[in-house]
């Protein structure tokens, strides 16, 4: 089954305790996004990758980080989380069309 | 910034009823256009897109429209059903094949029985 796997699903963590949320996805995809979903914002863009490598930042990238060293991943970084970070995290991926394919979401809390 | 805006948070319908979800955009680049659908508890779900070089396009009980003058883009959604109950997002990109979305933040679409 084509899918966006992401973990953990939910996360109750400390400020400043570094953590990584995965992503995987198994569709061979070389477009990778993260978004952070808000009440009041929607959705928006953390970073993105066009390929293995290859990273850029979206509109609110202050506090993650991220890697592609395989096609496949596309693991968040969180160095030192904040409490302003607490959002629900979005994962997705896209071939050459823009039908992305989502993930099921991680539900972060920082206290 | 540029920003995606939607003009209702909440609609209802009546099943069966058609419904229609607005969204204004301001950036007049805006090249691409996509909506998508969030149901309780999921991630979003791509429904269709138009470029900008069109004005309508229709898919499987849905049809987007483009307005690029008022900068307006709607998502129609034919003999609405329970299962469209959902939050309905529109995003927006300046340049096709870039990866940067900006998305609007969302109408709460309720299906009355």
């Known amino acids: 089954e084509a899918q966006v796997t992401q973990n953990p699903r939910y996360l109750i963590t400390v400020t400043g305790k570094k953590l990584t949320v995965t992503c995987s996805q198994n569709?061979?995809?070389?477009?990778m996004s993260w978004y952070r979903q808000d009440p009041g914002l929607g959705l928006r863009q953390i970073y993105y990758?066009?390929?293995?490598?290859?990273?850029d930042k979206g509109d609110v990238p202050e506090g993650y980080k991220v890697s592609r060293k395989e096609k496949r991943n596309f693991p968040l970084i969180l160095e030192s989380p904040s409490p302003n970070q607490t959002s629900l995290y979005f994962c997705?991926?896209?071939?050459?069309?823009?039908?992305?394919?989502f993930g099921p979401g991680t539900r972060l809390t920082v206290t | 910034g540029e920003s995606v805006g939607l003009h209702l948070p909440t609609l209802s319908v009546q099943e069966g009823d058609n419904s229609i979800i607005n969204c204004a955009y301001s950036?007049?680049?805006?090249?691409?256009f996509i909506w998508y659908k969030q149901e309780s508890g999921k991630g979003p779900q791509f429904i269709i897109d138009?470029?900008?070089?069109?004005d309508k396009r229709q898919g499987q009980r849905v049809t987007v429209l483009l307005n690029k003058t008022v900068k307006h883009l709607s998502l129609q959604i034919a003999a609405t059903q329970p299962g469209d109950s959902a939050v309905y997002f529109c995003a927006e990109t300046a340049n096709f094949g870039n990866e940067k979305l900006t998305f609007g933040t969302g109408t709460r679409l309720t299906i009355i029985p």
């Open positions: 569709m061979n995809h070389e477009y």
């Open positions: 997705a991926s896209r071939s050459s069309s823009y039908e992305q394919y």
């Open positions: 990758s066009m390929n293995v490598e290859v990273t």
């Open positions: 138009i470029r900008s070089n069109m």
């Open positions: 950036n007049s680049a805006s090249d691409y």
